[in-house]
Structure formats: C-alpha cells, structure tokens
C-alpha cells in the first residue's frame, strides 16, 4: 500500500532527487538541476502543495507535478510530469499517483485534467486511456536552425504586435484548452502578432511567440506557441505564411527557431512549417479527461 506526501512537505533537494530517479531511462532526457526545477515549477504555474511524491514505505517512489488554472471560465488542471523509480515501475505507482492526484484536484473544483504524454510511450499511454482520458490531439514539437525564405506576402494584410495577454481580447481567438505549455499564462514574456485584413477591415490570423536573446541581447532563435489563421478564408496558408515571415525575422541568418507543441490538427500551419524546413523533434499526445466533483 502506498503513501503520499505533498511537495510542500520536501525540500526541493529531495523532490528533484525523486525526479531525476524517476525518470532514468526515458525516451528524452528531462533530469534538471536544482535551479532548472525550480524556474520550471515558478515557469509553469506548477504548485508545489497539489504536486505529490509516492512512498513504499519510507523510500519515495515516484512523483507527480500538477498545475491548476482557470481557462475560459472552466477549472483546469495539468500532469506536468509523472515519473516513477525503475525497480518500481509496473508496480501500480503510476496508477497511484493518477488517482491521488485526482483526488487532489476534486477537492480544488477541478473540472478538466490534461497532460502529454511521448507517443511512443505505450505503457503510460494506455494506463491514462484506463483511467479515462482521451486522446484530443497530436502534438509536435518542430525545429529549424537554418536561413529562413519567404515569397512577398499579400499587401492588404497588416500587423500588429500586442503583449501575451492581450490574446484574451482577441475576437478570433480560439479559447479551447491548449497543451498547458503553450497557454498565455506560462509565457508572460511571450508577443502577439496580429493579422488583419485591411480590405476587409477585420481580424484573420494570430500568432503567440518568443524571442530568445543571449547574455548580450542579441537574438540567438525565436520559440512558436500558437498560430492560427480563420478558417473561412481562402487565402489562409497565405496567411500562414505572412505572419510566419513576421515571427520569424531575421530570416537570413541562423537561429534556433523551436516550435512548441502545435496540434497536428493545425494542418495547414503544420505544412507550411513541413515547407518551410522544420523538422518534427518530438511527436506526444495531447490528452483530457473530464473529472467532475
């Protein structure tokens, strides 16, 4: 029978110890030093009391990151990483963790739990499927790190830069649950780049992104969020591809351009990174389950 403790009851020595552990092994490498673990908990909007370490008796076992956050009116909650010791793997820990975190996030009025989860990760896959959730989506993680090109975008289109937050006014934003990393929320630092038909005197597309800078301020890559375009237009990979060209600039140059979890459902923003050059890192899956009180 197995026990838990809440991560506010560890030190964060201890808590990054069982991580690291827990995750030997893993199809990527998501060990972290003690400053990492922590920016990550702060970054993401992880809590440190709804996040929770799994014990066989006195030996810690396995954890689990949780994050909680009211998207659109509805109650939300995120799996930021579930990893047990290998000697305990297929032992029910995992499962342990899921329902104790469940539970957790009842008591909280939590209404959606989300995670991702690597999709060639089978066993852990199938043990969420299990235990209610639903694949939503695909997800890629996408990069390039070479000169960029682009044709002359249509002139009647206009842009405009906004803060991350203002996504929330945005009349064409999409305000479904996201993949948690990829949410406002997470990248305050992050930009809006709005599109704007002119001719039509109306909103077209949207894109969330970040410049990455070196110790010197200079810009060394930029990360894509989200990126959109209404899907009512004909000319919607054009769109696409403007405000590409806008996001990504300079584009003769080479950088570390990365694109974050972005819905294989996205098609036509997938193809025109596929065109473009990136290449697909990392494919997971993007799963929910609607838990109720």
Known sequence: MYTFKRLNELTFNES????????????????????????????????????????????PVGILLNGIQEINGVKAAWN???????????????????????????????????????????????????????????LLWMSHEDSLAFEEADPSLTYEKGNAHDILSLDIYD??????????????????????????????????????????????????YQGMAVQDRSDQKQIILAGLKKVFHPHDAKMKN??????????????ALKELGFSVSTEQVFMMKRIGS
């Open 16 to 59: 990054l110890q069982i991580w690291n552990e827990g995750f030997k092994g893993y199809f990527v490498e998501v060990s972290m030093t003690l400053d990492a673990f922590i920016a990550r908990i702060v970054k993401e909007n992880l809590s440190i009391s709804k996040s929770i370490v799994a014990y066989d008796g006195n030996k």
């Open 80 to 138: 930021g990483g579930t990893a047990v010791v290998p000697e305990y793997r297929g032992k029910g820990v995992g499962r342990f963790l899921v329902e104790t975190s469940e539970a957790i996030n009842r008591e909280e009025g939590v209404e959606v739990a989300t995670l991702e989860a690597i999709r060639e990760n089978t066993p852990a896959i199938e043990l969420y499927q299990k235990m209610g959730y639903e694949v939503a989506d695909s």
């Open 175 to 224: 305000q479904n649950i996201k993949p948690w990393q990829t949410q406002w929320f997470n990248i305050k630092d992050a930009e809006l780049l709005t599109i704007s038909d002119s001719a039509a005197d109306k909103n077209v597309g949207y894109f969330l992104y970040r410049r990455v800078l070196d110790n010197s301020g200079v810009q060394i890559g930029t990360v894509l």
């Open 258 to 271: 990365i694109i974050v979890n972005i819905p294989l459902k996205n098609k036509v923003l997938v193809d």
